[in-house]
């Protein structure tokens, strides 16, 4: 079982960035691992995801020139900066594991989740 514990959402600016930081239970070199967000009534939307290796990263179409995956092998933490927010970035954000080996961009390949943290962006 991989437990994860998102943390670093808030109200940010419109314009303003910001940093959300997802804890794993594991090592985070031995999951595959995703950032999705989602507001209500809407699905679940890709943000990023990182492959096990590390070497494969993917964006979504609304977050591609702002944002950036990145782990720590040592904490076994993965992050998401996200910069020049909107309004529309307003959403509850989710990390998610996987034990496959790439860098999978869909909710269904995703069998751990974590609580998620809601970040608002509004003046």
């Known amino acids: 079982q991989v437990q994860l514990v998102e943390s670093g959402g808030g109200l940010v600016q419109p314009g303003g960035s910001l940093r959300l930081s997802c804890e794993t239970s594991?090592?985070?070199?031995?999951?595959?691992m995703g950032w999705f967000r989602q507001t209500i009534g809407k699905e679940r939307e890709f943000v990023s995801s990182i492959s096990r290796s590390g070497i494969i990263i993917h964006y979504g179409d609304a977050v591609k020139g702002r944002a950036a995956i990145s782990r720590d092998e040592q904490t076994h933490t993965l992050f998401l900066e996200m910069r020049k927010l909107t309004p529309d970035d307003t959403a509850v954000y989710y990390c998610?594991?996987?034990?496959?080996?790439?860098?999978?961009?869909?909710?269904?390949?995703?069998?751990?989740w974590g609580q998620g943290t809601q970040v608002t962006v509004s003046s």
């Open positions: 594991v090592r985070i070199s031995s999951v595959g």
């Open positions: 998610a594991a996987t034990p496959d080996y790439g860098a999978n961009t869909e909710v269904g390949d995703y069998p751990y």
